[in-house]
C-alpha cells in the first residue's frame, strides 16, 4: 500500500514536471519569436503610426517607423521587398492613405514572414511553430481582420470566414507533443504550406495593392 502511495507521489511530481516545462518553453519561445500579445512591437507601433497619421503628426510616424527599421530589413531580406523608400515617399507627401495602404502591406508580410521560417524549419520545433503561428493569426486579426470584414460587406463575400477557418486549420498540420510522449503527433509539413498560401491568396483577394508592392 505505501509502495503505491510513493508511486502515485512520483506520479504527481513527473506531470507537475511536464507541464511545468511546457509553460517555461512555451513563454521563453514567446519572447524570442514575437513577445507577449500585448508587447508585440509591429501591433503597437502599427496602432501608434496611423493613430499619429490621423492625427497629422508626422514626427510621430517617422519616429515610429524607425522603430520598427528592424522588421523593415527582415522583410527585405527574405522577400526583396524594400519598404523604406515607400515610407520615405509617403512622409515627405503626408500622405496618409498611402501611409495606411504601406501598414497594411507591412502587416501583410509580416504573415508571410511566420510562415516562411515555419516552412524553413519544417515545422520540427513545436513551440515555435506554434507561437509563430499564433501571431500570424493575430496580426490578422488585429490589424488586418477589419478592413477584410469591410470588404466581405461590400462585395457579399465571406473572407474573413474563410481566413479564420484556414488558421484553425493551420493549427492542425502543426503536430503535437503529446502528454509524456503519448499522443504525440507529427507535423504536416505539405498541409501547412497548401493552407498558408491559400491564406495569402484570400488576403490578396481583399487586399489587391499588396500584390502590386510585391511585384
Known sequence: MRIGKIAMKLYII????????????????????????????????????????????????????????????????????????????????????????????LVF?????????????????????????????EYYTTLLAGNVLAYDERHATSLHKEIIEKFADLRNTIGSTGFLGTGAKEPNTYEFNKIAGEVESLLLKAFPYFDIIQK
Not at 516562411?116 to 515545422?123: I, M, V
Request: glycine share 4%; charged share 25%; net charge positive.
Open 109 to 137: 508580410f509580416a504573415i508571410k514572414e511566420k510562415f516562411y521560417y515555419n516552412q524553413k524549419e519544417n515545422l520540427k520545433i513545436f513551440v515555435r511553430a506554434k507561437v509563430r503561428l499564433r501571431l500570424a493569426e
Open 14 to 105: 513527473i506531470v507537475l514536471c511536464f507541464f511545468a516545462g511546457i509553460v517555461l518553453s512555451t513563454e521563453k519561445s514567446g519572447y524570442g519569436y514575437g513577445y507577449k500579445r500585448e508587447e508585440d512591437p509591429l501591433i503597437t507601433s502599427f496602432k501608434t503610426i496611423i493613430f499619429h497619421g490621423k492625427q497629422d503628426n508626422w514626427s510621430m510616424v517617422r519616429s515610429e517607423i524607425e522603430n520598427i527599421d528592424d522588421r523593415i530589413n527582415d522583410i527585405n531580406t527574405i522577400f526583396n521587398v524594400d519598404f523604406k523608400p515607400l515610407f520615405t515617399i509617403t512622409l515627405q507627401e503626408q500622405n496618409f492613405r498611402n501611409l495606411c495602404n504601406q501598414m497594411a502591406t
